[in-house]
């Protein structure tokens, strides 16, 4: 099977292309390629494939397998690949991801994509949309107890359910004990990805993330834009932010006028390779 590995400021991923044939078992494949000693070394595995209700389709999974309905590190770099392997010479592109499309724009130099800007679509804040046991309207601020300490949660959707809590340091921050008790909480009846952000200034937001299946990744475009949300519903934060995360930093725009988010970014490609998927499950199912 032929793969190519890319990332969005370090949210790396294995792609393949699936515009002509039909995966078989994509959760399994995505636990054994994910595997970072033992496979090939990723946040998950995202699928590119044919739409009949936009230019492409990506199926993401995470890398315990589960299914993802959106990722924005992802999609950027699958505007990427379909612009730089000659699946179309669109430089706008409509992708469709869990359900919903969502529009794009290239940034082309030298015939690559450079950078692409993407319409996140609007914002979900109401609870039992999210999903998470609340009341009201939103949560903002919201406190909610973990590992019996309170925290202060604001809990936004952007295709995928996040819980972005502010913190005064994000730096010493024990992720890898909290992370887990954050996306397991009776609260998230679909798990969580949860944000610990710091306030830098109302124009800049430093942001830690664990997501839900993966653990603690290098960056999360949705998560950026649900952070974005966060603070602007807090009062911390303009509309328009720099967000810097482990892996490098996205600009996120929340517009006042149509409601939605846009993220704007890099997408890389590392390498390109094949593998034999009974050699890899044998591999990784090696004890």
Not at 112 to 138: D, F, Q, T
Request: with cysteine; proline share 4%; net charge negative.
């Amino acid at each position: 099977m032929k793969f190519t590995k890319m990332h969005g400021i370090g949210n790396d991923y294995v792609y393949m292309d699936c515009t002509k044939e039909v995966l078989e078992n994509p959760e399994e494949l995505a636990r054994l390629v994910s595997d970072r000693h033992k496979g090939i070394g990723a946040d998950g595995l995202i699928l590119i494939k044919p739409s009949e209700l936009a230019d492409f389709e990506m199926a993401m999974y995470n890398a315990d397998g589960s299914y993802g309905k959106m990722c924005g590190n992802g999609i950027r770099c699958v505007a990427k690949y379909v612009y730089d392997n000659g699946l179309t010479d669109k430089k706008e592109l409509r992708i469709l991801s869990g359900g919903a499309v969502k529009y794009l724009k290239l940034t082309v130099r030298d015939g690559k994509v450079e950078k692409v800007r993407v319409n996140m679509g609007e914002p979900v804040l109401e609870p039992e949309k999210i999903p998470v046991i609340g009341r009201g309207e939103s949560l903002v601020g919201e406190p909610i107890v973990v590992d019996n300490q309170v925290y202060e949660m604001t809990c936004v959707s952007m295709g995928n359910p996040h819980a972005v809590v502010f913190l005064d340091d994000v730096e010493h921050l024990k992720l890898e004990e909290l992370g887990p008790k954050f996306e397991s909480h009776e609260r998230f009846p679909d798990r969580v990805n949860t944000e610990f952000v710091r306030r830098i200034d109302r124009k800049h937001l430093q942001m830690r993330v664990w997501e839900r299946g993966s653990g603690e990744t290098m960056a999360c475009g949705t998560g950026a834009c649900a952070t974005a949300v966060a603070a602007v519903l807090n009062g911390i934060a303009e509309r328009d932010v720099t967000v810097h995360l482990l892996g490098g930093s996205l600009e996120i725009s929340w517009d006042e006028k149509d409601n939605c988010v846009y993220m704007t970014g890099p997408a890389a490609t590392v390498f390109t390779g094949e593998f034999d998927p009974e050699e890899l499950k044998t591999s990784v199912n090696q004890k």
